[in-house]
């Protein structure tokens, strides 16, 4: 490329006429342009460049940054005019990133070597700070901002070292996605119900969050009620005002906590001798698919929304049910597998033992079960099991104690767990054909944990859009999108 090349700042033209690459090195910096896809390029603004944009909406517009100034050109980088009118912020680190949203060319980010983000929905004229909200209600800054993106509706979400904020650009105030707190311990089991897009996440912190809006939102629920040393271990919501979380006190029992008012106060739930709820393992709290009244806990169960609550000798815990008729429930007795097709009125074994199990899915289309057993994927079928050949980490191991299966699409199945002694680099395994083949779904990155989960508690996928919800120990809650 001659000399003089291109920086590591590169941006596509969006009608693809062009590349632009910025350099800001000192003596040969500027902002380079290829016509011909990248084979060559040609200096076209010969001063060091901090950062560079485009946006779809002004396709012959290029923005960059220089020496803490803005600068733009309106033909496609043949001549760049200074907006001596348009003030940056006064950072002293200096800027190496800049955005220009796509629908909108007034909204613009700008970030600085410090980590802190600012932002304008004026082209420049007013510039304010982003401010990023934890659930518990403290304010923070990004800790080395990572990347940005921008929502067809104009919000944006940005990745930072210690988590993903989405917020909107009107108010300047980001919620950091699914997290009360940087590094969350996420308890057991939780639960989508359709119908509703509440969802309720334990925290082993003595917390729940609740989320009303499907996640975008979020509220920290305090449960401990004075009572030291308790944590949160299972959650679930039967919708914004009805929320049920299993609890325990130390190394006790588990017990059922119970809100009819969206968590501002909590009632211990009792069965008809008026004595707590409890078991002792099995983390799930989850709804009959069809009706929210029926209502199982580990060795319990509700039929009257969580008033009152029987015991279900014959099944320990439900993991799962499917959303065909006759809309059977998946749960566990001992080691046995356990199927209900009547709302928990009976059960029947439908397996020999498999040496127990700590979550299930099922693909009621092909009558396949899917079973995380003895950190490994098994799967049910036609009176047979088969242990399924996973990917192993980088020590050779499977660990998988929690599955989901896509309840639109059944080839699609997830499962992972946590290695607990160490952090494993194959914490989420998925497949999209049934089963027959899968792949780590999360790319190796040695300690950054950018890039997906790590030490996974429980996943589920969400039945309305079909994102895959992993909540973790220690590394936040994580969601990914289905398979395009």
Request: aromatic share 12%; glycine share 12%; charged share 15%.
């Amino acid at each position: 490329m001659g000399p003089r090349y291109p920086g590591g700042l590169l941006v596509g033209a969006p009608h693809g006429l062009f590349v632009y690459s910025a350099s800001g090195n000192l003596n040969e910096g500027g902002i380079f342009r290829s016509g011909d896809g990248g084979f060559t390029f040609k200096l076209e603004f010969l001063r060091p460049v901090q950062a560079i944009a485009v946006s779809a909406r002004a396709p012959d517009y290029v923005w960059a940054i220089r020496d803490k100034q803005l600068w733009i050109s309106r033909n496609c980088a043949n001549y760049f005019l200074r907006l001596s009118d348009i003030q940056l912020p006064a950072d002293p680190s200096g800027w190496r990133a800049l955005s220009v949203s796509p629908t909108n060319p007034a909204r613009m980010l700008i970030a600085a070597n410090d980590g802190l983000v600012w932002f304008t929905v004026d082209a420049g004229l007013q510039w304010n700070r982003i401010q990023l909200v934890t659930a518990v209600g403290g304010a923070g800054d990004p800790h080395l901002t990572r990347s940005w993106g921008w929502y067809v509706d104009g919000s944006v979400w940005i990745s930072g070292g210690n988590g993903i904020w989405i917020g909107r650009l009107d108010d300047g105030v980001f919620k950091w996605h699914g997290a009360p707190a940087p590094q969350p311990i996420f308890g057991g089991g939780f639960q989508f119900r359709e119908g509703t897009d509440a969802v309720l996440l334990s925290l082993k912190q003595s917390q729940a969050v609740l989320s009303r809006d499907g996640g975008a939102t979020w509220d920290l629920l305090r449960v401990d009620r004075g009572v030291l040393n308790r944590g949160a271990f299972t959650a679930f919501a039967a919708d914004d005002r009805r929320l049920f979380v299993g609890y325990s006190i130390g190394a006790g029992p588990r017990r059922l906590l119970v809100s009819a008012n969206g968590g501002a106060s909590w009632a211990s739930a009792s069965n008809p001798s008026r004595r707590p709820v409890e078991w002792s393992e099995g983390d799930i709290i989850t709804a009959h698919p069809t009706n929210a009244a029926f209502l199982f806990a580990p060795g319990w169960r509700s039929l009257n929304g969580g008033a009152t609550w029987l015991a279900t000798p014959s099944c320990e815990a439900v993991y799962t049910a499917g959303s065909l008729p006759p809309y059977p429930l998946v749960g566990r007795l001992d080691t046995a597998v356990m199927v209900s097709t009547n709302a928990g009125d009976s059960w029947r074994s439908i397996t020999p033992s498999i040496g127990g199990f700590t979550d299930a899915g099922i693909d009621q289309l092909r009558a396949r079960g899917y079973f995380a057993s003895q950190q490994s994927l098994k799967v049910f079928e036609s009176g047979r099991w088969t242990t399924l050949a996973t990917p192993v980490d980088q020590f050779g191991q499977r660990h998988i104690t929690t599955v989901a299966v896509d309840p639109v699409d059944p080839n699609i199945i997830y499962a992972g767990g946590r290695a607990l002694d160490y952090v494993t680099e194959v914490p989420v395994v998925r497949s999209i054909d049934g089963g027959r083949s899968w792949f780590n779904f999360i790319p190796k990155s040695g300690d950054q944990f950018m890039d997906g989960p790590r030490e996974v508690v429980w996943m589920r996928v969400n039945p309305k859009t079909r994102e895959l919800w992993v909540t973790t120990e220690g590394f936040g809650l994580w969601i990914a999108s289905p398979p395009n």
